[in-house]
């Protein structure tokens, strides 16, 4: 296990580690390529996301829908099966982890991602409609592989041309294998590691049953996964909201100074529990837009697969309905996790945690100049403890983190009685006291990160258990219905490169994987999943570029046009037809 985080420690630096420095800092290419063309596309565009945003709202909403036309589902089940594998992890842990790293402005920069985001979104959903694949009227009500299939993989190639197919097939890879990693085993592992710190539940149990819940969705094809997001989105995003908001009431004393701490951090920070954070701006936008980007994944060609299944023959009608996505994703929902850690002060708060001296959340730092803390690798010599405190604590000396914090008290039992006084052999995981009894684990005052950092700020805010109760519950939602939705993402791009025989043992291994992301350790997971975060964006965000004259056509000839004012009528005869029981089917 050691040496498969090397390799992803290896691999996220070149991906992130590749950039321009400005004051001595990295800022990753990944980074400028991201927001440089959500500006670009928010400008050309006329700021679309403003000036169109409560025509999104009315096509949601189902009045100018038309049957007839050419899709799988419907504007809203392809909006609700998009949220589901955007409100995800993401939300509850992501938000979590970037305030772990960079502080509470990290969520600063998580709005301007969100921002920039929805131009963007809005460009790939629309040329994802516009250049995707239509097999025909669906005559089978019942036919689980779907009548469409689209995403920049198409785009690309029909949009850019022929001598463009080499990126199109690229990009089916990466983000064929992108479905494996961030939208499906960091969510199995992140239940997992929820269930196992709440109660105790092995890790190996949780994956079992989520991998079965999502075989039993998925196999039925992009109709079942519409018709359970529709169900399953709406629901935990108003049991997770309503419960923070109650927690921002009850807070209310708080919530300005809290407002005032996120801007104040985000262009002058002070903090990041890791320390990586402190005087370090770029730091803070870093994570801010790394797990913005994760959390609404604007940019990353995934969100236009499902938008390209919707039913109509407009493509600036499912673009106006992508708007909606980075704006309840992350501007909402991200927001009102981040202010509940922050409002409840748990954000740099410590708990007595049960360290395992081989877990995967363990790790090795030492302070670096700055006073924060610097990985470093498994030391080959055992460290030493007295009266529960290392007894090296100088800069560059290999000190035992969790959650990449540094550990400065160390005890052999749970209730912080007994200070730990001997050596840790880094090598075996293995502490030995001074009278020569053997531990496994021992006890300390930690920081937390992830989902179980936002589990504790509802604990602190929900009287009785209802923090744990809501939280825990959003992370099964949020990550099952995330995998649910990616594993069409990966299907099509299986689909894509290999046809309709690939589609099965994709679903298979897909389920596979989701089981072994919930036994991988959550570090090497989510930078794992991050690794193939940011190689994947790339071709996805030249294309866009490269084709945003043509988004600009389309919209400009649709909102010239006004067509949803016919499809409110064909919509409305729709309806009269059915309830005079006329009509015997829809497309």
């Given at each position: 296990?050691?040496?498969?985080?090397?390799?992803?420690?290896?691999?996220?630096?070149?991906?992130?580690?590749?950039?321009?420095?400005?004051?001595?800092?990295?800022?990753?290419?990944?980074?400028?390529?991201?927001?440089?063309?959500?500006?670009?596309?928010?400008?050309?565009?006329?700021?679309?996301?403003?000036?169109?945003?409560?025509?999104?709202?009315?096509?949601?909403?189902?009045?100018?829908?038309?049957?007839?036309?050419?899709?799988?589902?419907?504007?809203?089940?392809?909006?609700?099966?998009?949220?589901?594998?955007?409100?995800?992890?993401?939300?509850?842990a992501g938000v979590a982890i970037a305030i772990h790293w960079g502080g509470p402005g990290a969520l600063f920069w998580m709005w301007v991602t969100a921002f920039l985001g929805m131009a963007t979104k809005f460009t790939e959903v629309t040329l994802a409609q516009h250049y995707r694949s239509v097999t025909g009227p669906d005559q089978d009500p019942t036919k689980w592989e779907g009548t469409v299939a689209g995403g920049p993989m198409y785009y690309i190639e029909r949009g850019l041309g022929p001598k463009w197919r080499p990126m199109a097939i690229l990009f089916a890879v990466l983000l064929g294998t992108t479905a494996f990693m961030t939208g499906n085993a960091i969510q199995a592992n992140t239940i997992?590691?929820?269930?196992?710190?709440?109660?105790?539940?092995?890790?190996?149990?949780?994956?079992?049953?989520?991998?079965?819940?999502?075989?039993?969705?998925?196999?039925?094809?992009?109709?079942?996964?519409?018709?359970?997001?529709?169900?399953?989105?709406?629901?935990?995003?108003?049991?997770?909201?309503?419960?923070?908001?109650?927690?921002?009431?009850?807070?209310?004393?708080?919530?300005?100074?809290?407002?005032?701490?996120?801007?104040?951090?985000?262009?002058?920070?002070?903090?990041?529990?890791?320390?990586?954070?402190?005087?370090?701006?770029?730091?803070?936008?870093?994570?801010?837009?790394?797990?913005?980007?994760?959390?609404?994944?604007?940019?990353?060609?995934?969100?236009?697969?499902?938008?390209?299944?919707?039913?109509?023959?407009?493509?600036?009608?499912?673009?106006?309905?992508?708007?909606?996505?980075?704006?309840?994703?992350?501007?909402?929902?991200?927001?009102?996790?981040?202010?509940?850690?922050?409002?409840?002060?748990?954000?740099?708060?410590?708990?007595?945690?049960?360290?395992?001296?081989?877990?995967?959340?363990?790790?090795?730092?030492?302070?670096?100049?700055?006073?924060?803390?610097?990985?470093?690798?498994?030391?080959?010599?055992?460290?030493?403890?007295?009266?529960?405190?290392?007894?090296?604590?100088?800069?560059?000396?290999?000190?035992?983190?969790?959650?990449?914090?540094?550990?400065?008290?160390?005890?052999?039992?749970?209730?912080?009685?007994?200070?730990?006084?001997?050596?840790?052999?880094?090598?075996?995981?293995?502490?030995?006291?001074?009278?020569?009894?053997?531990?496994?684990?021992?006890?300390?005052?930690?920081?937390?990160?992830?989902?179980?950092?936002?589990?504790?700020?509802?604990?602190?805010?929900?009287?009785?258990?209802?923090?744990?109760?809501?939280?825990?519950?959003?992370?099964?939602?949020?990550?099952?219905?995330?995998?649910?939705?990616?594993?069409?993402?990966?299907?099509?791009?299986?689909?894509?490169?290999?046809?309709?025989?690939?589609?099965?043992?994709?679903?298979?291994?897909?389920?596979?994987?989701?089981?072994?992301?919930?036994?991988?350790?959550?570090?090497?997971?989510?930078?794992?999943?991050?690794?193939?975060?940011?190689?994947?964006?790339?071709?996805?965000?030249?294309?866009?570029?490269?084709?945003?004259?043509?988004?600009?056509?389309?919209?400009?000839?649709?909102?010239?046009?006004?067509?949803?004012?016919?499809?409110?009528?064909?919509?409305?005869?729709?309806?009269?037809?059915?309830?005079?029981?006329?009509?015997?089917?829809?497309?």
């Amino acid at each position: 296990m050691e040496t498969f985080e090397r390799i992803v420690d290896y691999l996220d630096g070149i991906v992130w580690g590749t950039g321009f420095r400005f004051g001595g800092e990295l800022l990753p290419i990944v980074v400028i390529a991201l927001i440089g063309t959500g500006v670009w596309l928010t400008l050309y565009l006329g700021f679309v996301q403003l000036r169109r945003l409560g025509h999104g709202f009315a096509v949601t909403s189902g009045k100018y829908d038309d049957p007839d036309e050419p899709g799988d589902v419907s504007h809203f089940q392809a909006l609700t099966t998009a949220l589901s594998a955007t409100v995800g992890i993401g939300n509850i842990a992501g938000v979590a982890i970037a305030i772990h790293w960079g502080g509470p402005g990290a969520l600063f920069w998580m709005w301007v991602t969100a921002f920039l985001g929805m131009a963007t979104k809005f460009t790939e959903v629309t040329l994802a409609q516009h250049y995707r694949s239509v097999t025909g009227p669906d005559q089978d009500p019942t036919k689980w592989e779907g009548t469409v299939a689209g995403g920049p993989m198409y785009y690309i190639e029909r949009g850019l041309g022929p001598k463009w197919r080499p990126m199109a097939i690229l990009f089916a890879v990466l983000l064929g294998t992108t479905a494996f990693m961030t939208g499906n085993a960091i969510q199995a592992n992140t239940i997992a590691d929820s269930m196992e710190t709440t109660y105790g539940v092995p890790v190996w149990i949780t994956g079992l049953v989520t991998s079965l819940l999502v075989f039993s969705v998925i196999i039925g094809g992009i109709r079942r996964i519409g018709s359970v997001t529709a169900v399953l989105a709406p629901l935990m995003a108003v049991i997770y909201v309503a419960g923070a908001a109650f927690i921002l009431i009850v807070n209310y004393q708080t919530f300005i100074p809290s407002l005032g701490l996120i801007f104040r951090e985000a262009f002058n920070p002070t903090a990041g529990i890791a320390g990586t954070g402190l005087g370090v701006f770029l730091t803070t936008m870093m994570w801010g837009v790394r797990r913005g980007l994760f959390s609404n994944e604007a940019g990353q060609g995934s969100a236009p697969i499902a938008h390209a299944a919707a039913k109509t023959d407009e493509p600036v009608s499912e673009g106006v309905v992508a708007l909606l996505e980075p704006f309840i994703d992350t501007i909402v929902i991200c927001t009102m996790t981040a202010l509940v850690i922050i409002n409840t002060g748990v954000w740099d708060d410590t708990v007595t945690t049960q360290i395992s001296l081989s877990g995967g959340d363990m790790s090795y730092v030492s302070q670096n100049e700055r006073g924060g803390y610097s990985g470093v690798a498994t030391p080959g010599e055992a460290l030493a403890f007295e009266a529960g405190r290392p007894t090296s604590t100088a800069p560059g000396s290999p000190m035992i983190a969790w959650h990449e914090v540094a550990l400065t008290e160390l005890y052999e039992d749970a209730e912080m009685t007994q200070p730990f006084s001997g050596s840790i052999d880094p090598r075996r995981g293995v502490a030995t006291s001074a009278d020569g009894e053997e531990f496994t684990t021992l006890w300390g005052p930690a920081v937390e990160s992830g989902a179980p950092l936002t589990m504790l700020g509802f604990e602190h805010g929900l009287p009785g258990t209802w923090g744990d109760f809501i939280v825990l519950l959003s992370v099964a939602l949020f990550a099952i219905s995330t995998a649910i939705s990616w594993s069409y993402y990966g299907d099509r791009c299986a689909y894509y490169l290999f046809g309709k025989s690939a589609i099965v043992p994709y679903k298979v291994v897909y389920v596979i994987m989701h089981f072994i992301g919930a036994v991988v350790p959550l570090a090497a997971i989510w930078a794992l999943g991050d690794v193939f975060l940011g190689v994947v964006i790339l071709p996805n965000l030249l294309a866009l570029i490269l084709l945003s004259p043509k988004v600009k056509e389309l919209t400009d000839s649709y909102f010239a046009r006004k067509p949803w004012i016919e499809n409110y009528e064909a919509h409305k005869r729709a309806r009269e037809e059915v309830k005079a029981g006329k009509r015997k089917s829809a497309h």
